[in-house]
């Protein structure tokens, strides 16, 4: 008689322990890395401004998971002095940068909180104009649980807008290396909900969990963001400094086996480069939707 092995269960606090310790490490990276994200992101940027409605000053907005800071600070002085922005993420590392950060840039309208974006509920109800989250909200275990802390969050008629990737396809930069390392690794295919960077991206799935959420006028965009760098080593550089959910599937592997599957995705990416550098497959999705 054959015996079926059932995958283990996700474990969600286990994978927020690992994401806060792996940004906590990576978070001198992300933010040398700033510069080139505010580019390679900086369309998705404004239009996640622009659904959000932050067109003006004055707002106060909430940005859940936001880093090391740089889209926070662009959304302050969009806000000017008689708004504010109130950055929170899981790690503390990152947001001592965004905070220095806003210091520099001589902004007095930006605060920071280490905060779980899935416990928003610390948060006083009704206190923010827009709630916003760059290539966040994909992470959360419990994205419903996300939104719900956001829309508590929010007067009424305030806007949630967030940026996620869209499909594998689109994303070759992205899911060239995600399937090196989950075939080198013998790594199952993902448990339905689990969280990922591909998780919000297939055909309507974003409009749907905000929808279930108990958002409305519920719009989504896709802005092509292509990665463009001087060449394929140049990206391996990137995602192998900034990338914690690569790592965290390669925790199985040796260092040897790690090395040769950054080489193996190296090699794979130089198929985007020319002589005008490497330029990466790249799409993501900007939805927003009304409490």
Same mark, same amino acid.
């Given at each position: 008689?054959?015996?079926v092995?059932q995958?283990?269960?996700f474990?969600?606090?286990?994978f ?10 990576a978070?001198?990276?992300w933010?040398?890395?700033g510069?080139?994200?505010g ?8 239009t ?8 003006g000053?004055g ?13 926070s600070?662009?959304?302050?002085r ?5 708004g504010c922005?109130?950055?929170?993420d899981i790690?503390? *590392? /990152?947001?001592?940068r965004? &905070? =220095?950060?806003a210091? !520099? %840039?001589?902004?007095a ?8 974006g899935? *416990? /928003?509920?610390?948060?006083p &109800? =009704?206190s923010?104009? !827009? %709630?916003?989250?760059r290539?966040?909200l994909?992470?959360f275990p419990d994205?419903?649980?996300?939104l719900?802390?956001m829309k ?8 949630v ?5 869209s499909?594998?396809e ?5 899911s060239i ?6 075939e080198r690794?013998?790594?199952?295919p993902p448990l339905p909900?689990?969280p990922?960077?591909?998780s919000?991206?297939?055909?309507g ?9 108990g ?5 989504v965009?896709?802005v ?5 760098l001087p ?9 192998r ?9 390669m925790?199985?592997?040796s260092?040897?086996?790690?090395a040769?599957?950054w080489?193996a ?5 130089r198929a985007f480069?020319?002589g005008?550098?490497f330029?990466g497959p ?5 939805g927003?939707?009304?409490?």
């Open positions: 008689m054959s015996t092995l995958q283990p269960a474990d969600a606090a286990a927020k322990t690992t994401t806060r310790a792996q940004w906590q490490a978070a001198e990276a933010h040398r890395w510069p080139f994200l580019d390679w992101l900086g369309e998705a940027t404004e996640m401004f622009e659904l959000a409605r932050i067109i000053p707002s106060r907005v909430l940005d859940v998971a936001a880093g090391a800071g740089e889209q600070i662009s959304a302050a969009r806000v000017g002095e008689g922005v109130l950055a929170t790690a503390p *590392a /990152l947001l001592e965004a &905070a =220095a950060d210091r !520099a %840039a001589g902004l309208n930006v605060e920071t909180r280490e905060l779980d899935e *416990a /928003l509920d610390a948060l &109800a =009704a923010f104009d !827009a %709630a916003i989250s290539v966040g994909i992470y994205q419903q649980r996300a719900a802390g508590r969050a929010l007067r009424p008629g305030g806007r807008a967030a940026i996620v990737y499909t594998p689109r994303n070759a930069f992205f290396p995600v399937k090196i390392i989950r690794a013998q790594l199952p909900g689990q990922g960077p591909f919000l991206g297939a055909e799935v974003l409009e749907a969990a905000f929808a279930k959420a958002l409305r006028d519920i719009e965009r896709k092509p963001s292509p990665v463009r060449s394929a080593a140049e990206c391996v550089r990137f995602e400094e900034s990338f914690g959910a690569l790592h965290q599937m925790v199985s592997l260092e040897a086996q790690r040769e599957a080489q995705i190296e090699e794979a990416l480069e020319s005008d550098g330029v790249c799409e993501m999705l900007v927003a939707g009304t409490v």
